[in-house]
């Protein structure tokens, strides 16, 4: 049975842009947007050293980190540079307009 919570609703969620939501027992705040019709969720820490990635760049489901400038693809979690590092991914779920993911 997964740990599931709600994050925000669907109106809260821009495309194209990253937005942070504070989730209750998780440190850094989680980041949503959407693309192609998908709902993205992911921690907002660089797996590279913490800094948050809500401040970089951000393009095509790609956001560059404004620490080292890493490139990490939200859709894979993959870093574009490195490819031990790995960002957090959360499965997302819809309960009507609401936004919820699992975090275990
Ligand atoms: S802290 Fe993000 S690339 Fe180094």
Request: glycine share 8%.
């Amino acid at each position: 049975m997964p740990l599931r919570v709600k994050v925000c609703t669907v109106a809260e969620i821009r495309d194209g842009e990253l937005v942070g939501f504070a989730v209750p027992g998780v440190t850094w705040p989680v980041m949503v947007t959407r693309l192609d019709d998908e709902i993205l969720a992911t921690s907002s820490v660089c797996p590279h050293e913490d800094v948050s990635l809500l401040g970089g760049l951000y393009e095509s489901g790609v956001v560059t980190c404004p620490g080292h400038a890493y490139e990490l693809d939200l859709r894979t979690g993959r870093c574009l540079h490195d490819a031990r590092l790995q960002l957090r991914r959360y499965k997302v779920t819809l309960v009507g307009d609401d936004v919820w993911i699992d975090l275990l």
